[in-house]
């Protein structure tokens, strides 16, 4: 049994540049002409791709491609995967391998105790106590919904059906490929931030995923990257 308290996030491929904007955005004005952009440091265009940010012309953003593996909690998916435009999905199969123990307990650092109302709300750091009794309940669970999980495979019950029994903290792992502005869209709504023009209350742990997206995404177009957080870091 593993009880983890992170997430993983790895870049597997990519097409993504600030580069890819650009040729994007001048084919309107300049037609095959805009290859030319290809050659081109985009650092001397980074004022249109804050025009495209600021106005909102989205399509430009799209010409790229980023595919990330994720290993995080089943919970943590099922919130990932209510954004389905412009974002590809591959999970493991709970019918077609058998699932393997680990899963998710917050670690310390982790806020237990929600005050308000939903919309008004606020997270709190939990007591010693609390994160105790999180730990061990969770344990507890896991070792119980396991167990009973191996017990019905060694007797031949179908993967598909033994699987019922286990979580939603059990850890799955997936290939989520996305471009720039479907990343963005995802960004403004499972981060937190300060600079942030619409408040966004993500669940943490989907919040964590995201963070170590935006972290990659932002070498890999960081001109791109600088203006989303300048404009508000509103999707275009």
Not at 20 to 25: G, K, M, Q, Y
Not at 38 to 60: A, C, T, V, W, Y
Not at 184 to 211: C, D, G, K, N, Y
Request: glycine letters at 6%.
């Amino acid at each position: 049994m593993r009880f983890l308290d992170d997430v993983t996030v790895e870049l597997v491929k990519h097409s993504a540049s600030d580069t890819d904007v650009l040729w994007a955005a001048r084919v309107s004005t300049a037609g095959e002409q805009s290859l030319e952009e290809l050659e081109k440091d985009p650092q001397r265009s980074k004022g249109l791709i804050n025009f495209l940010m600021r106005d909102r012309h989205g399509s430009p953003f799209e010409h790229n491609s980023m595919t990330f593996f994720v290993s995080a909690p089943i919970f943590v998916f099922r919130e990932f995967q209510r954004h389905r435009v412009g974002w590809s999905y591959n999970e493991e199969s709970g019918r077609y391998r058998e699932l393997q123990s680990a899963f998710y307990v917050p670690g310390k650092e982790r806020k237990l105790v929600q005050e308000g109302k939903p919309g008004h709300y606020v997270f709190t750091p939990g007591t010693p106590e609390q994160h105790k009794l999180v730990n061990e309940a969770m344990e507890g669970s896991y070792r119980q919904s396991y167990a009973a999980y191996q017990e019905m495979l060694e007797a031949g019950v179908a993967r598909e059906v033994a699987r019922a029994v286990l979580p939603l903290g059990l850890f799955s792992t997936m290939y989520a490929t996305c471009n720039a502005r479907s990343l963005m869209h995802f960004l403004s709504l499972r981060t937190q931030h300060e600079q942030a023009r619409v408040p966004s209350f993500p669940q943490r742990e989907i919040e964590m995923v995201a963070e170590r997206m935006e972290a990659v995404w932002a070498e890999l177009m960081p001109l791109t990257h600088a203006a989303f957080v300048a404009n508000g870091r509103v999707a275009p």
